[in-house]
């Protein structure tokens, strides 16, 4: 670098590691300055620009709109037209506090729109977790409700659910069987024929729907329980557990369910877990080797005693 360039203007925004693979440097530039231009023209105030997220100040309040989905769902598109779907996700971002307000008070009507959505432990959330209705289903995620209205996702806060005088445990029951169902799609592979495989695909909501097997397996229970991957909001995998070749048919899936997590919207988690008795356990991993990012993925301890007791 020559002496003079230490005094020329920086250009462009780096491309986050986040991101590498699935857009390149110039389309994550593309985003953000068009991301940029949408808030200015709405007179929306920009405090702070950072890697894949921008925070803007409304009615006095911060708000931090993270890019990762959208750049994630702009990587698919193959039309060209994405400064109209960038657009279009801000469009849904505006606030309507009125009409929440309503639902908060008249709980018989916003019962309709209570839904579940998944998060995984690196989901970077705004405030503190505790200060909203959450709780773990699945280990090392965490399960939110939410408002669905508007085409946008109001995360509900304890004290503004007070009105509403139903416990967490009633408001979740409510909020998983208000899960659209009709906007899943469900296939069954016969995968060498020795694996069954069932997929669900939506939008938004299949690692939710996926919540309904805790009280109700049967369709997709094996003899040994059942195999569960929700790698996205909108990619989960059940696999009824009838031997103990499992570990075989994770090695199989394991390269997709990577492709969904990395480029898809709405990554979750890329652990296993295991369904039996109602309740979710994980698939433990450890290191292959030291200082090596490759994971072994081991059997939970409960169902390595089914195997043993088995035989």
Same mark, same amino acid.
Request: aromatic fraction near 16%; hydrophobic fraction near 35%.
């Given at each position: 670098?020559?002496?003079?360039? =230490? ?33 200015? !023209?709405?007179?929306? #105030? ?35 037209? /994405?400064?109209? @779907? ?38 970077? &959330?705004?405030?503190? #977790? ?5 709780? @773990? ?8 409700? @939410? ?11 304890? +004290?503004? *659910?007070?009105? /509403?005088?139903?416990?967490?445990? +009633?408001?979740? +029951? %409510?909020? %998983? *069987?208000? #899960?659209?169902?009709?906007? #899943? ?7 060498? *024929? ?10 938004? &909501? ?21 195999? =569960? ?11 009824? =557990? !009838? ?14 369910? !990577? ?14 877990? /295991? ?6 356990? =994980? ?10 990012? !490759? ?17």
């Amino acid at each position: 670098m020559g002496f003079f360039d =230490i005094f020329k203007k920086k250009t462009g925004y780096n491309l986050p590691e986040m991101y590498k693979g699935i857009v390149t440097r110039d389309e994550y530039n593309f985003v953000m300055n068009t991301a940029i231009q949408y808030h200015e !023209e709405n007179g929306i #105030i920009i405090t702070k620009i950072d890697e894949g997220e921008i925070v803007t100040e409304i009615n006095g309040e911060i708000e931090h709109r993270y890019l990762d989905n959208l750049v994630r769902t702009l990587s698919g598109n193959k039309d060209g037209n /994405w400064r109209n @779907i960038i657009y279009e996700h801000f469009n849904k971002l505006k606030y309507n506090s009125s009409a929440l307000d309503y639902l908060y008070k008249d709980f018989s009507y916003a019962s309709q729109f209570l839904r579940v959505l998944i998060k995984g432990e690196n989901f970077i &959330f705004p405030d503190k #977790i505790d200060n909203y209705i959450s709780r @773990i289903d699945f280990p090392k995620t965490n399960t939110f409700l @939410i408002l669905e209205f508007e085409g946008k996702f109001h995360y509900i806060r304890k +004290e503004e *659910s007070l009105e /509403w005088h139903q416990t967490e445990e +009633e408001l979740f +029951e %409510i909020a %998983i *069987s208000n #899960i659209p169902t009709n906007e #899943i799609e469900t296939k069954i592979y016969d995968l060498h *024929s020795k694996f069954k495989i069932y997929t669900f695909f939506s939008g938004d &909501f299949s690692a939710s729907y996926i919540l309904n097997f805790k009280k109700d397996p049967n369709y997709i229970k094996g003899k040994f329980g059942t195999l =569960i991957s929700i790698p996205t909001k909108g990619t989960a995998l059940a696999c009824p =557990i !009838e031997n103990e070749n499992i570990l075989e048919l994770i090695e199989i899936i394991n390269p997709n369910n !990577e492709k969904f997590y990395h480029k898809d919207p709405g990554n979750i988690t890329l652990n296993y877990y /295991w369904l039996y008795n109602n309740e979710f356990d =994980i698939f433990p991993t450890e290191k292959a080797k030291e200082n090596s990012d !490759e994971i072994t993925i081991k059997l939970p301890e409960k169902l390595l005693d089914l195997f043993v007791n088995e035989n």
